[in-house]
T-cell receptor, first 117, second 113 residues
Framework: EPEVTQTPSHQVTQMGQEVILRCVPISNHLYFYWYRQILGQKVEFLVSFYNNEISEKSEIFDDQFSVERPDGSNFTLKIRSTKLEDSAMYFC???????????????FGEGSRLTVL | AQSVTQLDSQVPVFEEAPVELRCNYSSSVSVYLFWYVQYPNQGLQLLLKYLSGSTLVESINGFEAEFNKSQTSFHLRKPSVHISDTAEYFCAVSDGGTYKYIFGTGTRLKVLA
């Protein structure tokens, strides 16, 4: 069964360092997402991406964050200068459309745990 | 904006007992509703979904949820739980035309022997 894969599974970094989290969405999917989950808290939407541009982003997704689809398979989340409060589990997700307005569901990866020291 | 409320942060229940995890969402013209399960140190797995049609939806492992439009609820139930059902359960809602999911705060189900 096709799945969304994320790397690394866990990354530890120093505050102020740049981090890139990588995702390989399901191959025929068109919409891509990043969510995050701070430990013990709910899952929060960060950004959605379609047709090589951001379609929507949340308040959390400030100028320190960026997303890119550098090739036909990878979808990356970059945090330019990490802060302590960026420590969280980051989930990538993708969806394919099943006609009309879309009736599929989000497929989530296993997550990348980011620890900022 | 859509919102999702999961009133119970933790639900302890004995093995083989029934359980209901509550989920309420804010009203909207059309919504898609989901339950995701997260086992310890793992990602989010779709448990079941309501997109349209029958208001009662079932999963392959015995869970079911009923979409109740008048009460704006999508409670998750299982008639007899197992130890292996111990996990965090998240209710999520999306507006009909988007995949920007709004998640609830989660309910930790702990099944006791």
């Amino acid at each position: 069964e096709p799945e969304v894969t994320q790397t690394p599974s866990h990354q530890v970094t120093q505050m102020g360092q740049e981090v890139i989290l990588r995702c390989v969405p399901i191959s025929n999917h068109l919409y891509f997402y990043w969510y995050r989950q701070i430990l013990g808290q709910k899952v929060e939407f960060l950004v959605s991406f379609y047709n090589n541009e951001i379609s929507e982003k949340s308040e959390i997704f400030d100028d320190q964050f960026s997303v890119e689809r550098p090739d036909g398979s990878n979808f990356t989340l970059k945090i330019r200068s990490t802060k302590l409060e960026d420590s969280a589990m980051y989930f990538c997700a993708s969806v394919g459309l099943a006609g009309g307005r879309g009736t599929g569901e989000l497929f989530f990866g296993e997550g990348s745990r980011l620890t900022v020291l | 904006a859509q919102s999702v409320t999961q009133l119970d942060s933790q639900v302890p229940v004995f093995e083989e007992a029934p359980v209901e995890l509550r989920c309420n969402y804010s009203s909207s013209v059309s919504v898609y509703l989901f339950w995701y399960v997260q086992y310890p140190n793992q990602g989010l797995q779709l448990l079941l979904k309501y997109l349209s049609g029958s208001t009662l939806v079932e999963s392959i492992n015995g869970f079911e949820a009923e979409f109740n439009k008048s009460q704006t609820s999508f409670h998750l139930r299982k008639p007899s739980v197992h130890i292996s059902d111990t996990a965090e359960y998240f209710c999520a809602v999306s507006d009909g035309g988007t995949y920007k999911y709004i998640f609830g705060t989660g309910t930790r189900l702990k099944v006791l022997a």
